[in-house]
């Protein structure tokens, strides 16, 4: 086996250290502010948003951290707060994730009345909708996700955001209430139909604009359907429910089908 020569090995590592150095150098001049800058935080807003712009996160953090750090007095300060929370959030990480809710729930509570505040309570609901996990999982992002857009929606009717706060909003409801229908479907396929009827009409009261709500109608009624004389006549309601409110469905011919069949059983019966 051949070694390298002592001499060379030193030769090679400090060749190595001063590389190192020189990066380190270049680094922290590239983050640094130039001689002569009137306004620092600013210069070190504009770089930190221009290296988020790029998806440089930990660059764009360095300058940030620099602001919220140095100039305490900055007006770019809550800014850069938000910043922050954007580098982590744009990361994705489980951790990264974990620190974007520090940072926007931070900046509600020490700028409550800045006028970006409803961005960050915003971003405070979509970080925890960014965790959502599907219907047949663990629901508690979920209910945190519905917890902090329903105060973004209310607290700031007139944000700019506010369209796409209610759009995001009615995707994590329709998440939690696809899990509760599951559920209740579950107990449908096993034909305990009480606990179906039960869990349907509970989503029903809790969520009544839920998107896939005809699958809720539809199932109820038939769970209700092979019941006695009184629930047959309570599931008639819900068939013509379906009908009435939605024109597309592959729910749609079976309810009217059923609405027919019922209504003959329960004329015969009369």
Not at 91 to 102: F, I, M, S, V
Request: glycine share 6%.
């Amino acid at each position: 086996m051949i070694t390298a020569h002592p001499i060379a090995r030193r030769v090679c590592l400090l060749v190595a250290v001063f590389a190192l150095a020189a990066a380190s150098a270049c680094g922290s001049a590239a983050r640094g502010v130039p001689d002569g800058t009137v306004q620092p935080d600013k210069f070190l807003y504009e770089r930190g948003s221009e290296e988020l712009a790029e998806k440089n996160w930990l660059t764009a953090r360095e300058f940030f951290r620099q602001i919220i750090d140095t100039y305490t007095q900055s007006t770019y300060r809550p800014d850069a707060k938000l910043g922050m929370g954007d580098t982590y959030f744009g990361e994705g990480t489980p951790d990264g994730l974990e620190r974007a809710l520090n940072e926007f729930r931070e900046f509600l509570s020490f700028f409550p009345t800045n006028p970006r505040a409803d961005y960050a309570q915003f971003k405070l609901g979509m970080t925890h909708f960014r965790q959502m996990r599907g219907p047949q999982r663990d629901q508690t992002e979920t209910r945190e996700a519905i917890r902090e857009l329903d105060l973004f929606v209310t607290r700031y009717p007139n944000s700019t955001l506010l369209t796409e706060g209610k759009a995001r909003l009615r995707d994590a409801r329709d998440r939690l209430s696809q899990s509760d229908y599951e559920v209740g479907y579950f107990y449908y396929r096993q034909r305990w139909y009480p606990g179906a009827v039960d869990r349907f009409k509970a989503l029903l009261k809790q969520d009544p604009e839920f998107t896939n709500r005809d699958a809720v109608y539809f199932h109820l009624g038939e769970a209700l359907a092979k019941g006695n004389s009184s629930s047959k006549a309570e599931a008639l309601p819900y068939f013509e429910k379906l009908v009435e409110e939605f024109q597309q469905s592959e729910y749609l011919a079976d309810a009217t089908k059923r609405i027919a069949e019922l209504k003959a059983e329960l004329q015969d019966k009369s």
